[in-house]
C-alpha cells in the first residue's frame, strides 16, 4: 500500500482529494435541499391547520436540518478553495466563464440561505408565524438556487457553449462571449432538475426513515404516521419524475457526450446495433462487455430504433476514452436499479396507503428505515457515472485533467492534505452519526435540548472551580 | 477595457473584491474575535450566552469568505491560482479550522457532559485564534510578495511564509478582531457577564495598539515599496491619520462605555485598514519577489471585459439583496441575548 502510495503523481492525488471531498460534501446539499421542502410543507400545514403535531414536526426536523446543514457549509468551503490551490491550470482556465457561475451562487444562494438560516434556527420567538415561514422558504430556495448555479459551472464543462478560447499552451483560456449561453447551455436544464428530484428523494426518504423507524418502535404514532405521508407523496412524485430528467440527460449525453454514452453502456463497435445492459462487466483489455442485455435496447433509447448504429468505444482514440470505463457503467447501472427499486417501493407503499393498511406493515417500515441509503447511494453513483465518464476531459473535449493541475504543488502537500482530510472527515462522519442518531432517538416534541447550565453553574460555584 | 463612470471594469472589480473581503473582516471579525475571547470567560452559562450571541449571523458573515473567494476567481483567475495554489498547506490548515470551528458551534450544545463542552469550547476558540492568524498571515505575504514565476507559479518554500512580517500581520489581524469581537459581545450581554467583558474589552484594545504600532514600525522601517504610493501621493495620508483617529475613538467611545459606538468605529478601523492595504497595492493584486515584471495586477490577470461586465451585473442585483436581508436578519437578533429551548 505505502509502495504504491508512492508512486501515485501529483494527478491522481489530486483527483482522488477531490473525488473524496465532493462525495464527501454530497451527503450534505441534497439532504438539506430535499428536506428544505418536506420542512415548507410541514410548516405550511401547521399554519394552515395549527395542530401541534404539525409544528412539533417542523421544529424536529428543523434541528435534523440544522446538523446537516452545519456540515454541509463546513465541507462545502473547502470544494471553493480546492479549484485554487490543487488545479490553478483549470482555474485560470475556465475562470472567466466559470466564476461568475460560482460568483452568482455565492451572492443569489448563499446568502440567502446562510442569512434566512438564523432565522429558521433561532428565530422562533423572534419573528411571526409567517415571516418564520417565509424564512423556511427563503433557506429552501436558496440551496435550491445554489444547486442551480453550481450544476450550470458543471454542466458548461460537460457541454460547454457560450465562449471562445484565447492564447495557446499554458496561457490558453476560455472567455466568455454569451452568458445565457453559457447558462443554458445543453445540459444544464435537465441536470439541474436530475439533480433537484434526487436531492427530494435523498430528503423524503429521510424523513420516512426516522418515521418508519418510531412506528417499528411503536412511539409518537399520530406524528410519524403524518411525517411518513407527507415523505411518502414528495417520493413517489419525485421518484417518477426522475425517470424523465433521467432519461433527458441521457440523449443530452448521447448527443453531445457519445464516448460517456458509449462508456455508460459498455459499448464498443459502432457498427452493430447497440444493446442496453441490465447488468454486466467491461473487459476492457479485450474490448468486449459481458452481461445480461436488451439487443438492440440501447439503440432504441437514443434513435427509437432497435437497428440504428450507436457510436462506440472503439471510434474513439485510447487517449480519449474514458479510464475506467468500469467504474462509470457500474456507476451508472447502480443508479438505474436504485432508481427503479425506489419507484416499486413508493408505488407499493403508496397503494397501500391508499388501501390505509400500509401502517401496519411493519416488514415495509422495517425495508424503509433502511431505503435512506438508496437515494444517497443513487445521489453518488449518478455522479461518478457524469465525472468518470467525462474523462480524460475536465472541459470536454478543451481541456485535459492531466493539464488541468497546479505547476507548482507537489506530491507530498497532496499527500499531507489527503491524510488529513480523511482524518477530519472520518471523525466528522462518526459525530454526525451519533448526533444524528440521538436526535432521532430523543424524539420530538418538549425542551429538547439538555441544557443544565444551571446546574453546573451551581457545582461550579460550590465547588469554587470558576 | 470597457469602463464604467471612467474606471476600467478590472478596478471597479478589484474595488468591489475590496468591498467583500472589507465586509467579511467586519462581519466575520466580530465573531471569530469572540471564539478567539471565549476561553477567557469561565462559567458554562457565560459561555453559552457568548456562543448564542453570535449563532443565528456567524454562518451568514462567512458567506463574505465564500463570496470573496467566487469574486478573486471570477474576476482574477490568474490571482486566484497563483495564491490558492502557492499556499496549498497554509490554506488546508485554514480549512480545517474553518470545518472545525463550524461544528464545535453547532456540536456543543448537543450533549450536557463537562468534558463534551469543554472539548468543543477549546476546539472553537483555537480555530477561531488559527483563522485570524492564517488570514493575517495570507494577507501580510501578500502585502510583502510572494516567489511568483512568470507563469504565476509558486517557485518557493512551504515555511517561507512564516517570515516575522507574516506573522506580526497574523497577530495584529488577531489582536484586531479580538478586541471588536469583545466589543460585539459587551453590546450583547448583560449583568456580571458584561462587567467581565468590558475588561476583556479593555485588555485586547491596548494589545491591537501595540501591535499595530509594532506593525506600522515595521512596515515604515523595513517593507519601503509598501508605503511607496502613500510617499508620492500626499493627500494619502488622510488614511493612516483617519486611521489613528478611529483608533483613539474606539478606545474613547470604551472609556464612555457607549460600546455601539465604539463597534462603529472599530468596524471603520477594519475598513481603513483594508483601505491601506489596496491603496498599497493597487495596481499590483500579488507582488512577485523574484521580479516585478512577474506582479500580478489588475490589467494582467483580470477577466474579459464581457465577463467582468456580467459580475458587475451580478454585483449590482445581487448586494443591494444580500444588504436588505442581512439587515433583517440582525434587526430580528438585536439587543442582549436571550436563551431559549432552540437556543445552542
Known amino acids: ?466 | 477595457m470597457e469602463t464604467f463612470l471612467g474606471i476600467e471594469y478590472s478596478t471597479l472589480w478589484f474595488l468591489v473584491i475590496g468591498a467583500t473581503f472589507t465586509g467579511y473582516a467586519i462581519l466575520d471579525g466580530f465573531d471569530l474575535g469572540a471564539g478567539a475571547v471565549h476561553l477567557f470567560l469561565k462559567k458554562e452559562e457565560s459561555r453559552r450566552i457568548a456562543i448564542n450571541a453570535i449563532g443565528p449571523v456567524w454562518d451568514g458573515n462567512e458567506v463574505w469568505l465564500v463570496i470573496g473567494g467566487g469574486a478573486l476567481f471570477a474576476g482574477f483567475p490568474k490571482v486566484y491560482a497563483s495564491v490558492f495554489s502557492a499556499f496549498y498547506i497554509p490554506f488546508m490548515l485554514f480549512l480545517v479550522a474553518l470545518i472545525f470551528r463550524a461544528i464545535s458551534i453547532e456540536f456543543r450544545s448537543k450533549e450536557p457532559m463537562l468534558w463534551w463542552r469543554r472539548m468543543w469550547d477549546v476546539s472553537y476558540s483555537i480555530s477561531s485564534i488559527v483563522i485570524a492568524l492564517s488570514l493575517g498571515v495570507v494577507l501580510g505575504n501578500v502585502l510583502l510578495g510572494i516567489a511568483i514565476d512568470e507563469n504565476g507559479n509558486y517557485q518557493g518554500n512551504t515555511l517561507d511564509f512564516l517570515n516575522p512580517y507574516a506573522l506580526l500581520t497574523g497577530i495584529t489581524t488577531l489582536a484586531l478582531f479580538m478586541m471588536h469581537g469583545a466589543i460585539y459581545l459587551v453590546m450583547k450581554t448583560e449583568k456580571r457577564l458584561y462587567t467581565k467583558l468590558t475588561l476583556i474589552v479593555r485588555d485586547t484594545t491596548v494589545g491591537f495598539v501595540i501591535s499595530i504600532l509594532l506593525l506600522s514600525f515595521y512596515t515604515l522601517l523595513y517593507v519601503p515599496h509598501l508605503t511607496a504610493s502613500i510617499k508620492s501621493n500626499p493627500w494619502l495620508f488622510v488614511i493612516p491619520i483617519a486611521m489613528v483617529l478611529s483608533t483613539a475613538n474606539v478606545a474613547r467611545r470604551i472609556s464612555q462605555q457607549r460600546y455601539r459606538l465604539a463597534f462603529l468605529f472599530s468596524s471603520i478601523n477594519i475598513a481603513l485598514l483594508l483601505v491601506v492595504v489596496a491603496v498599497n497595492l493597487y495596481p499590483n493584486i500579488v507582488l512577485s519577489s523574484i521580479d516585478p515584471a512577474f506582479n500580478l495586477t489588475v490589467q494582467n490577470a483580470s477577466a474579459s471585459s464581457k465577463s467582468l461586465g456580467i459580475l458587475l451585473t451580478v454585483a449590482a442585483i445581487g448586494v443591494p439583496l444580500v444588504a436588505t436581508y442581512t439587515t433583517f436578519v440582525f434587526w430580528t437578533f438585536k439587543g442582549k441575548v436571550e436563551l431559549d429551548e432552540m437556543s445552542y
Open chain 1, 1 to 466: 500500500m505505502c509502495r504504491y502510495f508512492f508512486i501515485m503523481d501529483v494527478e491522481i492525488l489530486s483527483r482522488i482529494q477531490f473525488a473524496f471531498t465532493i462525495a464527501f460534501h454530497y451527503i450534505y446539499p441534497p439532504l438539506s435541499i430535499g428536506l428544505g421542502v418536506t420542512l415548507v410543507i410541514m410548516e405550511g400545514l401547521y399554519l394552515k391547520t395549527g395542530l401541534k403535531v404539525y409544528e412539533d414536526m417542523t421544529r424536529f426536523f428543523v434541528k435534523i436540518f440544522a446538523l446537516i446543514f452545519g456540515i454541509g457549509v463546513a465541507t462545502g468551503i473547502v470544494m471553493e478553495f480546492e479549484f485554487g490551490t490543487n488545479w490553478a491550470t483549470y482555474s485560470k482556465y475556465v475562470g472567466d466563464v466559470f466564476g461568475s457561475a460560482l460568483a452568482a451562487e455565492g451572492i443569489f444562494a448563499f446568502a440567502l440561505e446562510s442569512g434566512f438560516l438564523g432565522v429558521l434556527l433561532f428565530g422562533w420567538n423572534k419573528v411571526s408565524k409567517k415571516v418564520h415561514f417565509l424564512s423556511t422558504i427563503m433557506v429552501t430556495l436558496g440551496s435550491m438556487f445554489s444547486a442551480i448555479w453550481i450544476v450550470v459551472a458543471n454542466s458548461w464543462q460537460q457541454t460547454p457553449t457560450g465562449f471562445k478560447v484565447v492564447g495557446e499552451g499554458l496561457d490558453a483560456r476560455a472567455e466568455i462571449t454569451d452568458f445565457w449561453a453559457m447558462v443554458f447551455n445543453p445540459s444544464s436544464v435537465e441536470r439541474i432538475l436530475h439533480v433537484w428530484i434526487g436531492a427530494f428523494l435523498a430528503g423524503s426518504f429521510l424523513v420516512m426513515s426516522i418515521a418508519a423507524w418510531y412506528l417499528v418502535k411503536n412511539k409518537y404514532h399520530d406524528f410519524a404516521k403524518r411525517a411518513f405521508a407527507i415523505g411518502l407523496i414528495v417520493a413517489l412524485i419525485s421518484s417518477y419524475a426522475q425517470l424523465l430528467t433521467g432519461h433527458a440527460s441521457a440523449e443530452v449525453v448521447a448527443e453531445y457526450q457519445p464516448a460517456k454514452l458509449a462508456a455508460m453502456e459498455g459499448h464498443f463497435d459502432t457498427s452493430a446495433k447497440a444493446d442496453l445492459y441490465l447488468f454486466g462487466y467491461i473487459d476492457k483489455a479485450n474490448e468486449k462487455t459481458h452481461g445480461v442485455a436488451i439487443p438492440g435496447g440501447l439503440s432504441f433509447m437514443v434513435h427509437q430504433d432497435f437497428d440504428a448504429p450507436v457510436k462506440g468505444l472503439k471510434a474513439f482514440d485510447p487517449r480519449d476514452r474514458p479510464g475506467n470505463p468500469n467504474i462509470t457503467f457500474q456507476s451508472y447501472h447502480i443508479m438505474i436499479a436504485i432508481g427503479m427499486l425506489l419507484i416499486g417501493l413508493t408505488s407499493f407503499a403508496g397503494f397501500l396507503w391508499w388501501r390505509g393498511t400500509l401502517f401496519e406493515k411493519r416488514w415495509l417500515m422495517i425495508a424503509f428505515v433502511w431505503a435512506v441509503f438508496l437515494p444517497q447511494i443513487a445521489n453518488q453513483v449518478g455522479w461518478f457515472t457524469a465525472e468518470t465518464g467525462r474523462q480524460p476531459w475536465v472541459v470536454y473535449n478543451l481541456l485535459r485533467t492531466s493539464d488541468a493541475l497546479s505547476q507548482s504543488v507537489k506530491e507530498g502537500q497532496v499527500m499531507f492534505s489527503l491524510v488529513l482530510f480523511s482524518l477530519v472527515y472520518t471523525l466528522l462522519f462518526a459525530l454526525f452519526i451519533y448526533l444524528l442518531n440521538k436526535k432521532i432517538t430523543h424524539g420530538p416534541g418538549g425542551a429538547s435540548e439538555m441544557h443544565s447550565s444551571r446546574q453546573q453553574d451551581m457545582v461550579e460555584e460550590l465547588t469554587g472551580n470558576k
